[in-house]
């Protein structure tokens, strides 16, 4: 939503016109502004009472670092940056799309017809972050775009660098938005980095969020949030199928038991089996006196098929499939984040 400028607010930053507000956070404000040529852009800058704060400007800076090693069909390429500049500022792609918080606050959960299209896009968008070796740390539907063609996701503010090295993000902090934290996030005595598993947990909540309107850990207070998300199971209620499966596990409490943003993508599209929930472990009955009689003879185990890799024309035959469904307008705003993944991945 673009609202007018206020009084104070910058009207130029460097070679770009500000011309109205896009949104607004507790550190800095997104504009939107237009260059030289009449293009509309987005403009982040720090507030000017915190530009004279050399962590935040080292954050701005890693900001500008991060969303240059993230591929743009996924996010709002980087045009321009002056992380030198008072204050410094940030200009991207003007991504036209409303977010998935605004579409689902002001349309309730997303139909049949289109979830699936936004969550894999979400998903491929997601993959490739990754594989850029950043972790978002704030996936959120504020932060997902929906526009034509793909899902982008945005604001890199505090994302931080698979290899952990970032010293503007270190371990002990407690950054992001409570509803879609880990539940390591929250301890920060734990001295070991968040990593790309944190994204997997947001990405739970977000698809939760998506079909049903509501968080699957929500209470009164973040403290409370906090709790449920640390030690209650989710609640979803709403659901089904492969989507529901792949909630659970991405929702498991243990990092290490999250699938990887790519096995997420690749159980979507088909292309491999949907995740097997645990058996339900039921308590043994009471023990028995020992049979005077000789011990049966034991059941061989039965023999589990060992999963089979989809051969190449399985795989050909999904691609097309997917493709057919893009074409059909089932997936249509996932054209360019799959079409992106399948190349890569062919």
């Known amino acids: ?36 040529n009449g293009q ?29 090693q993230v591929p743009s069909f996924c996010t709002a390429a980087v045009l321009d940056a002056d992380s030198d500049h008072d204050p410094p500022y940030l200009v991207v792609d003007y991504v036209s799309g409303p977010s998935l918080a605004a579409e689902v606050q002001q349309n309730g959960p997303l139909s049949p017809d289109s979830l699936p299209g936004v969550i894999i896009g979400a998903t491929a968008a997601l993959v490739a972050i990754h594989q850029a070796g950043v972790v978002h740390r704030d996936l959120k539907p504020d932060n997902v775009l929906i526009t ?3 899902i982008k996701i945005i604001d890199f503010g ?25 539940p390591e996030s929250f301890d920060t005595t734990a001295g070991g980095p968040v990593t790309a598993a944190a994204d997997i947990f947001a990405w739970g909540v977000l698809v939760t969020y998506a079909a049903t309107g509501r968080t699957p850990f929500t209470a009164n207070t973040p403290p409370a949030t906090a709790l449920r998300i640390a030690t209650q199971p989710p609640d979803l209620t ?17 990092p290490e038991d999250r699938p990887t943003a790519r096995q997420l993508l690749e159980t979507l599209l088909g292309i491999t089996p949907a995740p097997v929930p645990r058996p339900h472990r039921t308590p043994l009955p009471p023990s028995r006196p020992r049979s005077t009689l000789p011990p049966a003879s034991p059941r061989p185990a039965p023999s589990l098929p060992t999963p089979v890799p989809p051969s190449g024309e399985k795989r050909s035959h999904t691609v097309a499939f997917i493709i057919l469904m893009v074409l059909t307008g089932l997936l249509g705003v996932t054209l360019t984040s799959v079409l992106f993944y399948l190349v890569d991945n062919t």
Do not use: C
């Not at 673009?2 to 504009?31: A, K």
């Open 158 to 182: 505090v994302a931080r660098s698979l290899d952990h090295t970032s010293q503007h993000t270190a371990s002990g902090q407690m950054i992001g938005t409570v509803q879609y934290m880990a």
């Open 238 to 254: 709403g659901l089904t199928g492969v989507l529901r499966g792949l909630v659970v596990q991405a929702l498991s409490k243990r």
């Open 148 to 150: 034509l063609g793909s």
């Open 1 to 36: 939503m673009i609202t007018p400028l206020r009084v104070g607010d910058p009207t130029r930053l460097g070679g770009y016109e500000l011309v109205g507000r896009l949104g607004t956070g507790g550190m800095g404000t997104v504009y939107l502004g237009r260059g030289h």
């Open 40 to 68: 509309r852009v987005a403009v982040k800058t720090i507030r000017t009472e915190y530009a004279w704060d050399d962590t935040l400007r080292g954050r701005f800076r890693s900001e500008v670092n991060r969303l240059r």
